[in-house]
């Protein structure tokens, strides 16, 4: 590597930190000290938690390279405790159970807030220092950047949670939490029908030379079965003639776990719908409104979709089906990052994407952005269920222990992004995951059929 | 009443009203937004929930009165919605489940604090308008005085409770609570023994002329067996040896309840002792500090108290005998207010009250605050639970419906006031009660034996 | 005591032990061996365990004579582990956790037969080899006795709980229990109205020369206030009018406790009760059928009664308000052992008995049974709900530690015996004591009213 | 097909069905009544459950033949109302929820016996009568028959779960469940090290012709990388290195879900094992006894089986992985139906086979049992948890609704059979799924290891 190139990934390295970094105050700025040490849920975090836990991080990283001495006698001084700030880092010593982040709310949002500026200092100090900049300093900095945008996307779930529940008590509230808060979008063409996708090899996993998590490797074979697949997401529409046909109340559509939990919690409809003077309305950052018939819909759990395909005859996809409908390109015979190709996202390819790094999601431009085989919205306006669970890929070696290996159980992956996950988050291999029963992610989905008309193009 | 007379009521009504209004905030002030919305047990309610809740309580008197009207497009103003605000008084709307209102923190502490503001000039406005001050507006005048005590006292068991777990990662520190908080004092004298108190008729209630609650009402004759009483509450020392015998592991001091709970929650000790380094120690408000064998032993469970008294081989004192070791004079052959004659409390007297209404407690001096029977520390130091269940009297009449009525079932009766009690709360007739498992508040007790020797006086 | 009298209090004692046993194997004999170890509900027991708990309970007497070593040969033989059958008592070593009952069923039920039939034989054997049969055998003995006798009861509110639920899938189901089952009864002459009761000191307990249990002693004064109390308990039509007035929708009558268990269990009548075809019908030993409005309403919890009082403007009398109403005799100025007089019940009094022991319930003759006061029904038919929290006498001393003492708390006192108790556990001064919560035992109520209208009669 | 062949295959369903049956009752017979109607655990069902739901099912298949009709009459001569039968076929109608079975012991053990009858005649008059045998007919009866082998096993981890209870207070006992109750084998070869099987495209599922479950169906492609297995399962040796090495007290080897779980329940070893006087002990159909170093480990989660594979360096297999290494033989380039050949079990080649259909577990002869590429004891020593969510494969098409489909969720996929498996069950191709946290099933594991040392022979 030349000084000169080097040189210029130290700078793209320190601007991308910063970019984000700026990022997750402009979504904080805004909250109350109030709002910032709720927890909504037990699924979500306090604002605040979320700030400092991605801030520790990066402390984490520089300790790892002995560069975090003159910075824990700075967090001294700030009056920052490190020990609750390890989450789920078990390795770290004893943790604060996740449910009990809403009773704890240290640091304050002021420590919270200092400490993090120490951290906005001291990353681009070492970076700057560093003689040779390592593959190992390069992926785990670029992995705190990932981190942190991740921990973007959760706060917007959270803020959507805790903030339409004010819709009832407070009249014409608008909850400001960011400049654009993210929506969803509609596809003004709106497409429907399917599109065939021929099976055999497959290579499945990230194929690219930039970052990737560790899950998304190794890019190894899989065969796939040739099937049809939506060229579309679910609309709100769609679903409500599921939710009309009485879906929610006929246990034939529905996976035993997914039937039981509705009964027990009196599902209707997807979460933040209601019922109201005739309509089905829901609260977002909009404020109260009518559903949108042509939206994606999202916040429904694994169990709402896979009911949903079965009433309409059809499946979920698998992970490796609804990657090479995403990625696939037979005319040059190779896989793309996106569904448009390799150009990493901008406005006109998808929803969300002015800044280089982030930015809450706006106009989109979809045509442009469908895949070879046509399937448009596949990357930035709703993570889309796949009935994969979430295991590793074999050969997986892990990079970052108790990040990666030990959520591979009871979860099913999500693949696409939707209209809150930050730009750089977003390609073809990214996995999401989460428990089949959660809804307060925006999903969505699209459905499935097996092709058994087609032969393999193989 | 002369117009002298009503001019000084209204005076006084009108100071104490104010002095109770800035202990709450002198109490509140040193939090931190982000401590003041907490809560940080589900007994518990964040501190600025109690803040808005007393408010709103005198908001509800004046509407009472026809003298809300400007008052409401104010709090429209302030931003506020009254609705979160009830608490439990169902009567009053759809409320929020107590277990939730650490998660929904509105009104902010800002717009509590200006809501607070508005009442703060709106109630003086008020009876200095009234023309009359007829008794029912001094009554609920007085007890929206009263009900805002109680909760600077729950408050404060708040606190205790959600301040102490900083301890454990917080080097040296000291949570400012209030200049001066509360916390247990020593008899110097150390009295032990027990003294005796003849049986027969005895008039149980509130004997006097100024405020009391409904529920020391009507006083009414009931028939008492002679008894002995301990002349001290029961202190640590005490406590620790029944600790020490293995009470805590011998079913046979327990009550049924009591025994099941002890051993689900596996209670060692009163709650926030622990064993560190070969003796107790203890985290209040004096930082973590050794057991100290003087005071009174606080933090226990009616199940607690009943099997130390068990393993004593005696008895809790029931609530008339109690109140009678407290009150009875038998050179006047009437009942006294307090234990030590009528005066109300001061410095004197007992340990908190520097001040005409409220102080967190301090020096006492006990021996001049002993009852005729002379029994010291009955008052001021701990709650003492006794074995009555919490009913209402006989002839009872509820003054304020759904505020007396709904409780008075599965809980006992406290009497006394602890260190934390507000002076003007403390009195022989007052009547708490809280569920027998709870172990939050500062409640101690003291034994009493029958005494079948001694003949009936009378 | 001479020979004569302690031959024939010998032959008493094995007779009344005699009789009882055959009682209960009348109860359990029509059981099919698959319900007669089914635990339909956590409060109950399967009939087996009764059957065996009561047989071990004289067992441990005998033991405690030193008469049991040739029995626990014996029971080795029949194959029954006695560490099983301790239920809740605590000090014979560990305890099979109450709810796991139904899933322990050992000793089989021909153990259990066989194991009860050596009993049948030791018990009068030791009985009649006894030289002096001292007041503490007496005692236990009839102890033993009456402690079975309470087990048939619970037996009986079991096979109601269990039995009726099959009403559901087998149609023209009678469940085969006893020839006769116990069911309420309709006193015909329909009495309404109140009576008054003077107040003044009353001595509270039994006062009688035969057997009591360690809890109705030592009799004692209290002070009572004049009052009113109903003539009849409260009927199922009186009840109808609450429920039909929308008493279980409105918060305000109930107390805080029960009116969020009766939210919770969505309550909207009696327990077995429900809503059919237009009209209220309810499922018994008598199959399913409409409700009697003339029967004393049953199986309501403390909370429901309660509800009701208020409903009515009244309220529930406390212990020694109903024990006056039913004892104290204004003409002989003294108590009485029943309602009716001293002499124990017979066919002609009550409803139960034409056996000397037990016998389940049928036609009773409800004039001549009742008080001095003139209230009727006061025992046999339906236990009342008294607003006493259930705790020990003063004085009180313990007779059978484990026994008493452990279960004075969270409890409320019944004070009459209803339709399915024994004769001989019927007395004025017999405390039964449950959680407020439960329903699943044949209680009812009837209400007081204060009566300040009235002097002193003393 | 000739008549003749056609006769014959009408004898032998006929004669497999009447085995089955037969098997079933040898399993019950031993039994008490008590102990057939008990659920001793949430997971299971009580014995009589069971034997009248098999029976239900062929019921149903009558039904669906029109052949019912007599045998209903006659069922409700017997007594028995089918609507409590329905388990968990909601399409029945209302159904008991599981937790219940326990409570509601109906049909009576007589009754179902009874009703048994009736069934064991009923299906051979009917499979006579019919004219033709379709294969829907041969189909659905054979699932009844295989569906009644299924129970066998359950009730067998049911009695394993209730009978070792008692071995704590029923001195020498020994439970009488089976004249030769399945235990676990020891493999004499003791054969240790792992085999390495190649990757490439292989076709996974039912390659024969004979009964399968739908869910072994469509075979299909799928695509593996190459990996080494152990020869043998995880010993009782094996596993208790690691629960030496502080395998249960070290986060870092566990799934997240897993390690909450096992602290939650204070797992330390698998079910059923106890540390007593310095040795494991476990209790099993044999008693109490000193586990047996030489055994396959059975009794643990999923979650210890993958803690277990993380201590030891390795993963547990994907399910193709398990079947390629059971089947695929290279030498004749196709599948085998089990892992030593086309040839059914017998006692030769695994443990438990004398009879044709079923009979509980004895000696095997391993050697001549392993596949292809070594393994040994893939097939009738424990249930193999594999790394596979049990998904319905691609192109599947239902045979029999609500038995399939909906438990395709939060399960992962076992393979092989256990000593307990009747030997109709077994075959390479059988998806058997549990969740995760089940331990009640006799289920072990063997690992794998990617090999990328050796490239793919295809």
């Excluded at 040490?37 to 975090?45: K, L």
């Excluded at 952005?369 to 074999?394: F, N, R």
């Amino acid at each position: 590597m030349t000084e000169a190139v080097s040189e210029s990934i130290h700078q793209s390295l320190i601007s991308d930190f910063s970019e984000v970094r700026k990022a997750t105050i402009e979504l904080f700025r805004p909250l109350r000290v109030e709002d910032a040490v709720v927890q909504s849920d037990a699924f979500g975090s306090p604002a605040n938690w979320h700030l400092a836990h991605v801030t520790w991080f990066f402390h984490k990283i520089l300790e790892k390279y002995g560069s975090s001495q003159m910075l824990e006698d700075d967090a001294k001084k700030v009056g920052v405790s490190l020990s609750y700030l390890n989450s789920y880092y078990q390795r770290y010593g004893s943790i604060l159970p996740k449910t009990e982040r809403g009773k704890f709310p240290r640091p304050t949002v002021e420590q919270t807030l200092r400490y993090r500026s120490l951290i906005d200092t001291a990353v681009p100090a070492f970076l700057s220092q560093a003689i040779t900049l390592t593959d190992e300093i390069r992926y785990d900095i670029t992995l705190g950047i990932q981190h942190e945008m991740q921990h973007q996307e959760l706060m917007i779930y959270d803020f959507q949670n805790y903030f339409q529940r004010f819709l009832d008590s407070e009249d014409n509230y608008k909850p400001v939490v960011a400049r654009d808060p993210p929506i969803a979008q509609v596809n003004r063409e709106k497409p429907t029908g399917t599109v065939r996708v021929p099976g055999g090899i497959y290579e499945l996993g990230f194929s690219g030379t930039d970052f990737c998590y560790d899950n998304e490797l190794p890019e190894h074979k899989v065969y796939l079965q040739p099937f049809k697949i939506d060229i579309a997401p679910v609309t709100n529409g769609d679903f409500i003639r599921f939710v009309e046909a009485g879906g929610y109340q006929d246990y034939k559509y529905w996976l035993s776990d997914g039937w039981d939990l509705a009964q027990e919690q009196q599902w209707k409809a997807p979460l933040y719908w209601e019922w109201k003077d005739d309509k089905w309305v829901k609260k977002d950052f909009r404020g109260l409104r009518e559903i949108d018939l042509d939206e994606p819909v999202v916040n429904v759990s694994y169990y709402e979709a896979d009911a949903y395909a079965h009433w309409a005859g059809k499946r979920l996809p698998t992970e490796p089906e609804w990657e090479k409908a995403a990625s696939w390109n037979e005319e040059i015979q190779r896989k793309t990052l996106y569904p448009w190709g390799d150009q990493p996202p901008t406005v006109e390819h998808a929803n969300l994407l002015e800044s280089h790094i982030w930015r809450p999601a706006r106009v989109g431009s979809y045509p442009k952005g469908k895949s070879h085989y046509g399937c448009h919205q596949m990357i930035g306006d709703a993570w889309e269920w796949t009935s994969s669970e979430y295991v590793l890929y074999p050969g997986f070696h892990s990079k970052f222990s108790e990040y990666t290996d030990k959520w591979a159980i009871n979860q099913k992956v999500l693949r696409g992004g939707c209209f809150a996950t930050p730009s750089m988050q977003i390609r073809n291999s990214y996995r999401n995951y989460f428990k089949p029963h959660e809804r307060i992610l925006f999903a969505g989905f699209r459905c499935v059929e097996d092709d058994p008309s087609r032969g393999l193009e193989e």
